[in-house]
């Protein structure tokens, strides 16, 4: 596609619930990239992709967050038993073969509220 | 640890007016430094970035940054503000030879007076 397409665009989840978030990048970027925007923050890195491979998952906060692509395009974030802590706004990016220029384009993100 | 602050949370302009974003950044080496725009519902535009060489740095919109080493700052400029440049200004830094993952401050809302 054209850009770096995130679904849903909104997402409200009840305490306890189980979420999961989709990007699909730009056709051919190798890798990928996940972070989380609290309010009035700025976006703080979950974890890295390049292809399937994730090569970087620091900052992912609990073992609650589970990251995947499978085939080395669509990935999906997926955060199991939700807390009103992880209300955010969840934004991929992902750029060109090997990523050395930081050539990123982020996707407009998805907004998790956890009631 | 590696950190980006920039010292201001709101700025307002008037239109027309120029402009001046601060960002200092906390690491051992020359980093890549970048700025990112984020209108309401967007995700980040990169306006510029720095790896080496020329400090003075020109990118979209009308907007430049100059490196300080001396001063370990990146600070964002524009000569004459448009009401279109109201929105969330974030200055990053990436890790050289990491896996080019990027920290962020926490940004500077831009108001823009008519």
């Known amino acids: 596609g054209a850009g770096v397409s995130q679904s849903p665009r909104y997402k409200v989840a009840k305490r306890g619930q189980d979420v999961a978030l989709r990007c699909d990048p730009i056709?051919?970027?190798?890798?990928l990239f996940w972070y989380q925007q609290a309010l009035g923050q700025g976006p703080e890195f979950l974890t890295y992709?390049?292809?399937?491979?994730?090569?970087?998952k620091s900052g992912l906060p609990s073992d609650r967050f589970f990251a995947e692509r499978p085939e080395g395009s669509v990935s999906t974030l997926k955060i199991q038993r939700t807390q009103q802590e992880d209300s955010a706004v969840y934004l991929c990016?992902?750029?060109?073969?090997?990523?050395?220029?930081?050539?990123?384009?982020f996707g407009s993100g998805t907004r998790l509220t956890v009631v | 640890a590696q950190s980006v602050t920039q010292p201001d949370i709101h700025i307002t302009v008037s239109e027309g007016a120029s402009l001046e974003l601060r960002c200092n950044y906390s690491?051992?080496?020359?980093?890549?430094l970048f700025w990112y725009v984020q209108s309401p519902g967007q995700g980040l535009q990169l306006l510029l970035k720095?790896?080496?060489?020329?400090?003075l740095v020109q990118g979209i919109k009308g907007f430049e940054a100059e490196f300080k080493r001396s001063q370990s700052s990146f600070n964002l400029r524009k000569p004459s503000v448009h009401w279109s440049d109201a929105a969330e200004y974030f200055c990053?830094?990436?890790?050289?030879?990491?896996?080019?993952?990027?920290?962020f401050g926490q940004g500077t809302t831009l108001q823009v007076k008519p």
């Open positions: 990016a992902s750029s060109s073969p090997g990523g050395g220029d930081y050539g990123y384009t």
């Open positions: 056709s051919g970027h190798v890798s």
């Open positions: 992709f390049q292809n399937e491979a994730q090569l970087d």
């Open positions: 690491y051992g080496a020359t980093p890549y």
């Open positions: 720095y790896f080496s060489g020329d400090t």
């Open positions: 990053a830094v990436a890790l050289s030879g990491n896996t080019g993952k990027l920290i």
